[in-house]
């Protein structure tokens, strides 16, 4: 079992509907959790970070940490065709920086 | 501000060679990362270096390594190549070490072995 799992997709939704993007993982020393969007042939872009747990809310972007369940979401409200892209979730420890990534979730939003 | 660049972005070898790849970081950042991204994998930590100096390593054969400038700017090196070595090998920079939410990546290196 990989310490983070994330369902590869492919997700493809309407325009304008609320996307919700998961991750779970086993390792309860996780403590950086961080969404990165990659489009084709580019690098990941950093969308959010959190520390801990609870939400944070950028735009029309929404994370939630749940450490409790360890669980992690990604919300994208009124999405659009331009947020079609991979969303990978990536997880770190406190005191070293070697981050642990999901295999990404390809999304399609067709208009 | 220029973004992080690197240095081949396309990349054919044959099996048993070597290959250098370089990553420019971004102005003022001193600390680069680089990662191995393959559809099997995925997104893989490969090290880190900060003030030329390897902080972190990630779960990676001695084939592996990389080496840091003065000037922040850093180079990778896979010496023996295997076939499964194809991949895009990414680079990331941040101004200090463990600035996660201050990271950028650079486009990557398409690495294809043959």
């Known amino acids: 079992q990989k310490e983070v799992e994330q369902d590869p997709g492919p997700l493809s939704v309407p325009e304008g509907a609320i996307v919700s993007l998961n991750c779970t993982y086993s390792n309860s020393a996780f403590q950086y959790f961080m969404w990165y969007r990659q489009y084709s042939r580019k690098g990941p872009e950093l969308l959010m970070y959190?520390?801990?747990?609870g939400n944070k809310e950028d735009g029309r972007f929404t994370a939630q940490v749940d450490k409790s369940s360890k669980y992690i979401s990604l919300f994208i409200r009124d999405s659009q065709p331009s947020d079609s892209a991979t969303y990978l979730c990536a997880m770190g420890k406190g005191g070293s920086y070697i981050p642990t990534f999901g295999r990404g979730t390809s999304l399609i939003v067709h208009p | 501000k220029a973004g992080v660049t690197q240095t081949p972005r396309y990349l054919i070898k044959t099996r048993g060679q070597q290959v250098t790849l370089s990553c420019s970081p971004i102005s003022g950042h001193r600390s680069v990362s680089w990662y191995q991204q393959t559809p099997g994998q995925g997104l893989q930590f490969l090290f880190e270096?900060?003030?030329?100096?390897?902080?972190n390593k990630g779960n990676f054969p001695g084939r592996f390594s990389g080496r840091q400038f003065s000037n922040s700017r850093s180079e990778m090196n896979v010496s023996t190549l295997e076939l499964g070595d194809s991949a895009l090998y990414l680079c990331a920079s941040s101004p200090q070490p463990t600035d996660y939410n201050e990271q950028f990546f650079g486009p990557g290196t398409r690495l294809t072995v043959l």
């Open positions: 270096y900060f003030s030329e100096t390897q902080r």
């Open positions: 959190t520390y801990s747990s």
